[in-house]
């Protein structure tokens, strides 16, 4: 059963106030119990009402808890009516252990908010594909609110979209190519993205809007699952390719002057889709929220762009 926390006093009069947010861990476990504590009651602070269905005594191998567990934490918080958000605790490894016995149906006829990012990436795409649902690329506990230097950034894009209808991302990044597309926003982790190929559990989305992120890949790995999705028919058919934030890597002498910008350049070469770079959101300190499933237009003058999304559910929508 989940027990509402109530870690601090709540301090802030926004407009998240009262706003159900459960906490779930279908993945990995939070390593700084202290850490994990204190995030709790920053998001009681910023006003939500916490359900916490995570118990970090519970840590099994790796894993946040056993697999049965993990879904159960799932299901759970989909089935509580005073829960409007449901955030990942953390990425790391797990989701896809979890994924055919996952109700995807029940979580989309709940109507909450699903919100992670990495590993979560598995549970988006099978919410799309098995029920058309959209979720949100977004922060996760650890170690978007664990962390001591909380991003403004973060948490500004994380509660405008959750709170509107519709929202705009604005990216100030030369370079790419000018354009003017629509269609459905989609996309996350390059690895999970990749991993997912052949299953019931990635979307086959015609003319959307792909965005990607990795960490610890080197560029020619990037590289090599970039072209695993255009050999499988995945990168042609899109009207952009936007690419987050790749960090983590580390190059050798034995590189020979291939980096991110050679493979940059190689991929703007070969592939038919357009591909824009900067758009702030990976495993980095600040990142925006994306809708994924959402109506989004990308217009780029090659001096910047701006994302906008719509039609996606939002608290009080």
């Given at each position: 059963?989940?027990?509402?926390?109530?870690?601090?006093?709540?301090?802030?009069?926004?407009?998240?106030?009262?706003?159900?947010?459960?906490?779930v861990a279908p993945g990995g476990y939070a390593p700084d119990q202290a850490a994990f504590h204190a995030a709790l009651a920053s998001l009681e602070a910023?006003?939500?009402?916490?359900?916490?269905?995570?118990?970090?005594?519970?840590?099994?191998?790796?894993?946040?808890?056993?697999?049965?567990?993990?879904?159960?934490?799932?299901?759970?918080?989909?089935?509580?009516?005073?829960?409007?958000?449901?955030?990942?605790?953390?990425?790391?490894?797990?989701?896809?252990?979890?994924?055919?016995?996952?109700?995807f149906d029940l979580l989309a006829a709940s109507g909450k908010l699903f919100v992670g990012h990495s590993d979560f990436t598995a549970l988006q795409m099978g919410l799309l594909a098995q029920a058309g649902a959209a979720s949100f690329a977004g922060p996760m506990i650890c170690d978007d609110f664990t962390r001591a230097d909380t991003s403004d950034f973060t948490m500004r894009h994380f509660m405008t979209c959750i709170s509107l209808p519709e929202h705009a991302v604005t990216v100030a990044q030369p370079g790419n190519p000018a354009l003017e597309e629509s269609g459905t926003l989609w996309g996350g982790n390059l690895t999970m993205l990749t991993h997912l190929l052949g299953t019931p559990y990635l979307p086959r989305i015609e003319g959307g809007?792909?965005?990607?992120?990795?960490?610890?890949?080197?560029?020619?790995?990037?590289?090599?699952?970039?072209?695993?999705?255009?050999?499988?028919?995945?990168?042609?058919?899109q009207k952009a390719l936007l690419l987050g934030d790749f960090s983590g890597y580390r190059l050798s002498e034995y590189d020979n002057g291939y980096d991110f910008a050679a493979m940059l350049e190689y991929l703007r070469a070969t592939l038919r889709v357009p591909v824009l770079t900067g758009l702030p959101f990976g495993h980095t300190r600040d990142k925006v929220t994306l809708a994924v499933g959402s109506r989004a237009s990308l217009v780029s003058d090659g001096r910047g762009y701006t994302l906008t999304m719509a039609g996606y559910p939002w608290v009080g929508g």
């Open positions: 059963m989940a027990h509402t926390i109530h870690e601090g006093p709540m301090t802030s009069t926004t407009s998240q106030q009262g706003t159900g947010i459960a906490i910023r006003g939500f009402s916490v359900h916490n269905y995570y118990d970090p005594a519970r840590k099994h191998q790796r894993f946040g808890d056993t697999d049965a567990a993990r879904l159960r934490q799932l299901h759970a918080a989909a089935r509580d009516p005073d829960v409007d958000i449901v955030l990942a605790l953390r990425g790391g490894y797990g989701m896809s252990r979890l994924l055919p016995a996952i109700d809007i792909l965005f990607v992120e990795d960490v610890n890949e080197h560029p020619y790995r990037v590289e090599r699952m970039l072209l695993q999705l255009r050999h499988a028919g995945i990168l042609d058919s």
